[in-house]
Structure formats: C-alpha cells, structure tokens
C-alpha cells in the first residue's frame, strides 16, 4: 500500500516562492514516473509537472519556466520548488506515482493524500 504525505504550502505574496515537499512510503520498488497536480476549488485536478522514466520531466505550459519538480530518491521524497508565484497558482496540491507516463494521467498509482494548500495574495 503506498502512502502519500504532502507537505509546504502556506500563503505567499505574489512572486514569492514555495517548495513542496511529497514523502512516499510502501512498496515503491522500481517507480519511475511521478508527478505534482494542483486543484483549484471547482476545477478538476490537472497534472502540472512530472518526472517520466526516471529522467524525462514535463510541465504545464501554465508553470513552465517557474516549477520545477525533482526527486531524492534516497529519502522518497518529491519535490516541487514553485518560484515567482502568482495567485492563479492558488490551489490545493497532490503528487502521485505512475506505472507508467500515461498512467499519470489516466490512472494513478497510489490513493490520493490530503494534499498541501497554496495560497498566493498580496
């Protein structure tokens, strides 16, 4: 059973920024696809960045440029540095794991956690 625990979200002013913090724990042997998605109240979840194959990573045209997401591996743990926030990243924040790329999209790995809310006001 693998467990997600998200951490790092708080109220920013605009282009400040924030690093989100993603523990993993279970049998997560070989997971090679992971990602961070946002949700805003009344939208559905969207995936804005991922790592693919274990060294592929993608993002929204929405934070390209400003996130970055990155993995210790050691410490099963995904990160999401967000810089130059803006209040359009006002959402609630959710990594999850892939089999495989597409998966990441269609049908994640793991139950959802409780997520970490970003909130970007002046």
């Known amino acids: 059973q693998v467990q997600l625990v998200e951490s790092g979200g708080g109220l920013v002013r605009p282009g400040e920024s924030l690093r989100l913090s993603c523990v993993v724990s279970?049998?997560?042997?070989?997971?090679?696809?992971m990602g961070w998605y946002r949700q805003a109240p009344e939208d559905k979840r969207e995936l804005i960045a991922a790592i693919t194959n274990g060294i592929n990573t993608r993002y929204a045209d929405s934070v390209k440029g400003r996130f970055t997401i990155s993995r210790d591996s050691a410490n099963n743990t995904i990160y999401l540095q967000m810089n130059n926030l803006k209040p359009e990243d006002t959402s609630v924040y959710y990594c999850?794991?892939?089999?495989?790329?597409?998966?990441?999209?269609?049908?994640?790995?793991?139950?959802w956690g409780q997520g970490t809310r970003v909130t970007v006001s002046s």
């Open positions: 999850n794991l892939g089999r495989d790329p597409m998966s990441l999209l269609q049908s994640p790995l793991a139950s």
């Open positions: 279970g049998n997560i042997f070989n997971i090679r696809n």
